[in-house]
């Protein structure tokens, strides 16, 4: 899978997953922060439910939380981790 | 005459067997190595984890929770003379995160591979059987509640029945904290990424998370007075309790800890005690790296950063046993004081400079006079408690406060707000079975934008919506960390527990929900109106079946009583969930015509006459809850002994509200002892709230609205056998 179909499937995954639907994709910009309070505000519970996202669909484990929000600063840092990890 | 909390028993069963002295032997013995592999249900993702699991108790027990619990309430009560507690001075408090709910797993995991519809088992999910259970062997008549605040479950049993004792309401307490492993905590814990790789390690560098364990303790409690009548001899005391809320995030402690060191600044202030009394701090200690940090820090905060009382985590021990851990605590501290003999923190051998400070890795032998101890739940749920060998309090400060209600807040399936619903209510045509009996979420917290509201569940937005009604109208002068919440709730969060477990049965452990893990716990509705409304008093989650309301404020009173806050949000919430419905109606008593559980929450903002500065419009007369005569012409004649108190002159009781729908028999019941009083026309409330166990809550908002100025009484029979006589003024 490229990069831009893998952004655009992690949009939707992260969409559903965390409840964003009613923001519409545009909010989900690759850029976008993530976790921080000048993006979208995740937190550590919505950490953990891209590191499930990533085993179930990807069959990437993360076992440090730390690491799983340092890695997943952005929608595009997460594509580009998968890519790197992803067997 | 002394009504300092004294501990005159204690029984204790964990992962070292059955005896408060076998648990004690290991721990100042420092060498325990106890935890073992999980092996109580197959489990393709946790099977390595290493766990507490009890043993040397009897089997055969409905439920394994309960039987642990029978081992502890047996090695307590076999030192004293058991009689003695058959009496309405006598209460029970119990604290649990999921009491029987491993029973329930079983019942789910039969009806989705069999099909079966035997739903009996879903009576284990509601925490409030156990601390039945307890009240019927010891033959206790007062309160019999509930507390369910994840892991800070059991101290917020001790610090009410504290209060209780220490305000004169009861003479004796009969004090629980059980929870046995089940699957919603360890592919919970599990799916927040807490559970240890290995064994336990707290305070250590390399701590890497809990393992978890199961126990169940007992403390009774009583008046020194009342101890000397029975000739039982005095352990310990209770010096002070305290409980407080960080109100920082839904899961994680404040970083710093603020919350914690509320609650130990409190405890050491109504103990009039300073840090260097202080001898011991038997730590919460789990070993996830956020709480051992924000632990210490909050100490630091109290005692200053050099000197710091010795402190020793227990849970390389036992493991974290969730809603037990903190009356363990308690137990281990009461010892100590017996054997002037300090623990040992086991699993430590790394300082983390981080945290600054290391636990005590030697037991050792000395005088202990005070130990502080603590237990933080989940989303910031502190409570403490200071134990002594004596109290340095000759006698109790505590003074009974006027406690009034400012504001209210109410959802009914049909109408959001006070105006709206009795707006429905009052139209000729009214039937609640002709209305939805779920309401709409997207009419909920408009005003809170969706990233901020997108993982709140159902029941927490119904419970923030009328929490933002009820202080919206009002200037409220209490502070921040003087206000509370103490919410109660028969079923809980069950929709989200039921989403967790469904989802870890059907897909084999394999794609954990966090988020629902988080929102399942009991007190996730109290916590989210303390996030959001900044309220760090203490924060409560009470369930007693259909007196779950008047339990909640039951405790509230008792902490505006205490001194620890001076007005708290004070309510009822449940909502409609299918299974329980279903639940309902296979019950043998289940009336067909008398209605459908619905969503619902009512609450108010409770406090002493200066909490606001906006006048009240309720005045609390009288709240009493006891276990109620099975026969109708005593139980009548106990009520008419309490109205005839309150219908005097000018004061005569205009309404009497009550409950009925739930259970027939109960219902027969109700009319015959309200025959025999002078109020055999109640008004059922479940005609407007739907069958719901938090219905009662609806009672004074309802004067309110219906009937206007004037003294009202709520009589509600709770299908556990309890029942409470609530009195109030409309003003």
Not at chain 1, 33 to 54: H, I, P, R, T
Not at chain 2, 138 to 159: D, E, I, N
Not at chain 2, 287 to 310: M, S, W
Not at chain 2, 582 to 609: P, T, V
Request: with cysteine; charged share 20%; proline share 2%.
């Amino acid at each position: 899978m490229d990069r831009n179909a893998l952004i655009s499937e992690l949009k939707t995954k992260i969409s559903q997953t965390l409840n964003l639907q009613d923001l519409g994709e545009d909010a989900l910009d690759e850029n976008v922060k993530l976790f921080s309070d000048d993006g979208l505000g995740l937190d550590s519970v919505d950490a953990l439910e891209l590191v499930v996202m990533l085993e179930t669909s990807y069959g990437i484990s993360v076992g440090d939380k730390d690491e799983a929000k340092n890695t997943f600063s952005s929608i595009g840092t997460l594509a580009d981790y998968i890519i790197a990890n992803k067997k | 005459m002394s009504r300092i909390p004294t501990a005159i028993s204690t029984g204790l069963c964990t992962c070292a067997g059955v005896g408060s002295a076998v648990a004690a032997d290991i721990v100042f013995g420092g060498n325990g190595d106890l935890l073992k592999k999980l092996d109580l249900f197959d489990s393709p993702r946790y099977a390595d984890k290493f766990v507490g699991r009890a043993f040397g108790y009897k089997r055969g027990f409905a439920t394994e929770c309960g039987a642990i619990l029978m081992a502890a309430l047996d090695e307590s009560l076999s030192r004293l003379d058991a009689k003695a507690f058959n009496s309405e001075r006598v209460g029970v408090f119990l604290g649990t995160s999921i009491g029987g709910i491993f029973e329930t797993e079983n019942m789910l995991i039969d009806n989705i591979n069999s099909k079966s519809q035997d739903l009996r088992a879903l009576t284990y999910y509601e925490c409030s059987t156990l601390a039945e259970l307890v009240a019927k062997k010891v033959g206790a008549r007062g309160v019999c509640m509930t507390f369910s605040t994840a892991c800070s479950s059991s101290s917020l049993a001790v610090s009410a029945a504290c209060d209780a004792i220490e305000q004169g309401k009861l003479d004796a307490a009969i004090v629980c904290g059980a929870d046995s492993l089940s699957r919603i905590t360890v592919n919970g814990f599990g799916s927040l990424l807490l559970l240890s790789a290995g064994k336990c390690k707290p305070f250590d560098a390399n701590r890497d998370g809990i393992n978890l364990g199961e126990a169940a303790g007992v403390i009774i409690l009583s008046s020194a007075d009342f101890a000397a009548k029975i000739n039982a001899q005095p352990l310990a005391e209770f010096s002070a309790c305290s409980c407080t809320a960080d109100a920082y995030h839904q899961t994680s402690p404040h970083p710093s800890g603020d919350g914690a060191a509320n609650a130990f600044e409190n405890a050491l202030r109504k103990s009039k005690l300073t840090p260097i009394d202080v001898d011991f701090y038997i730590a919460h200690g789990t070993a996830t790296r956020g709480n051992d940090i924000a632990e210490i820090a909050a100490l630091r905060q109290v005692f200053g950063a050099h000197k710091l009382p010795k402190f020793a985590s227990l849970k390389r021990y036992f493991g974290h046993t969730l809603g037990a851990s903190g009356i363990l605590n308690c137990i281990m501290a009461i010892e100590s004081l017996r054997r002037c003999k300090s623990p040992a923190n086991a699993g430590f051998t790394t300082k983390d400079d981080l945290i600054g400070d290391s636990p005590i890795i030697e037991t050792s032998v000395g005088n202990i006079e005070n130990i502080l101890t603590s237990s933080l739940g989940f989303g910031g749920n502190n409570s403490c408690a200071v134990i002594s060998k004596k109290s340095k309090k000759s006698f109790s400060d505590q003074k009974p406060r006027d406690v009034y209600l400012f504001s209210c807040g109410v959802l009914t399936s049909y109408a959001i707000g006070a105006k709206n619903v009795f707006a429905e209510i009052s139209k000729a045509d009214f039937n609640l079975s002709a209305l939805s009996n779920v309401c709409q979420t997207a009419s909920l917290l408009k005003n809170v934008p969706i990233l901020k509201k997108r993982k709140w569940a159902k029941l927490q937005q119904i419970g923030l919506q009328c929490a933002l009604e009820a202080t919206e109208v009002i200037d409220i002068k209490s502070s921040p960390e003087r206000t509370g919440v103490c919410m109660g709730t028969g079923l809980g969060m069950m929709t989200e527990t039921f989403r967790f477990l469904k989802n870890t049965i059907e897909r084999r452990e394999a794609e954990p929900l966090p988020t629902a893990f988080t929102n399942s716990v009991h007190n996730a509705v109290a916590s989210l109106i303390s996030l959001n409304k900044n309220f760090r008093g203490v924060n409560s989650a009470v369930t007693a079946k259909e007196i779950s309301f008047e339990s909640a404020l039951y405790q509230a009173i008792g902490a505006i009583d205490s001194g620890d806050i001076d007005a708290a949000i004070v309510g009822g919430a449940d909502e409609y969930f299918e299974l329980a419905q279903k639940y309902l109606e296979s019950r043998r008593n289940y009336k067909a015509s008398a209605g459908r559980l619905a969503d619902f929450c009512s609450l108010y903002f409770a406090g002493a006459i200066d909490a606001c500065i906006t006048k009240p419009f309720a005045k609390i007369v009288k709240l009493d809850i006891s276990r109620r005569d099975k026969s109708p012409t005593r139980e009548a004649f106990a009520i008419n002994q309490i109205l005839s108190l309150c219908n005097d002159g000018d004061n005569r009781i205009k309404t009497v509200f009550t409950i009925k729908g739930i259970n027939e028999n109960l219902d027969a019941y109700i009319d015959a002892v309200l025959e025999k009083t002078n109020f055999s026309d109640p008004l059922n409330m479940a005609t407007y709230t739907g069958l719901n166990y938090s219905a009662s809550a609806f009672a004074p908002v309802c004067a309110a609205y219906k009937f206007g100025k004037g003294r009202y009484a709520a009589y509600i029979c709770a299908s556990t056998g309890m029942r409470s006589l609530f009195i109030f003024d409309i003003l």
